[in-house]
């Protein structure tokens, strides 16, 4: 079975991964692991990873504060997600804890708990039940799916179940 040339990673040259990944962390915000992987797939020697890394953070390619504000936003606002799913998300990608709480309490705490509410309120009109106790307990899986916090989720499905 032949391997096409895009499955078998290439390894490049110092020059041309510093230029490929300026040009990569100048199309969207990226985290330093992310980086990192591009660097590792293209078989680059640690030596020179290292030099590219910092290369980065010194001409503001990558900035872990600047990352972590718009992954909160994107995530926020486009995915629909809630702070713990944001949060573990960041984690993930080695944020520190630090640049996780500066970028969560940019969240506006009106807009948050009303996008929970809209998302229920979509979700039950779509979901099908047996009674009361079914429809909440649906909800409350899909809210803390979506990584809305237990006391936010259950106060959005009182009102919203209230209001039915």
Same mark, same amino acid.
């Given at each position: 079975?032949?391997?096409?040339?895009?499955?078998?990673?290439?390894?490049?040259?110092?020059?041309?991964?510093?230029?490929?990944?300026?040009?990569?962390?100048?199309?969207?915000?990226?985290?330093?692991?992310?980086?990192?992987?591009?660097?590792?797939?293209?078989?680059?020697?640690?030596?020179?990873?290292?030099?590219?890394?910092?290369?980065?953070?010194?001409?503001?390619?990558?900035?872990?504060?600047?990352?972590?504000?718009?992954?909160?936003?994107?995530?926020?606002?486009?995915?629909?997600?809630?702070?713990?799913?944001?949060?573990?998300? #960041?984690?993930?990608? !080695? &944020? %520190?804890? /630090?640049?996780?709480?500066?970028?969560?309490?940019?969240?506006?705490? @009106?807009?948050? *708990?009303?996008?929970?509410?809209?998302?229920?309120?979509?979700?039950?009109?779509?979901?099908?039940?047996?009674?009361?106790?079914?429809?909440?307990?649906? #909800?409350?899986?899909? !809210? &803390? %799916?979506? /990584?809305?916090?237990?006391?936010?989720?259950?106060?959005?499905?009182? @009102?919203?179940? *209230?209001?039915?």
């Amino acid at each position: 079975m032949k391997i096409s040339s895009r499955q078998m990673p290439k390894q490049i040259t110092y020059e041309e991964a510093l230029s490929r990944t300026t040009r990569y962390c100048s199309l969207a915000e990226k985290c330093e692991q992310d980086v990192r992987k591009k660097l590792t797939a293209w078989q680059l020697s640690i030596e020179n990873t290292e030099k590219i890394i910092a290369y980065l953070k010194e001409e503001k390619y990558l900035n872990e504060m600047r990352f972590a504000g718009f992954f909160v936003q994107d995530k926020h606002r486009f995915a629909k997600w809630g702070k713990s799913k944001i949060i573990f998300a #960041l984690k993930n990608k !080695g &944020i %520190s804890t /630090g640049a996780i709480e500066v970028a969560i309490k940019n969240i506006d705490v @009106e807009n948050y *708990s009303g996008q929970l509410k809209t998302l229920l309120a979509s979700k039950f009109k779509s979901i099908k039940y047996k009674d009361t106790c079914d429809a909440k307990a649906k #909800l409350y899986r899909f !809210g &803390i %799916s979506k /990584g809305f916090e237990n006391d936010l989720v259950l106060k959005a499905i009182d @009102e919203i179940l *209230s209001n039915k």
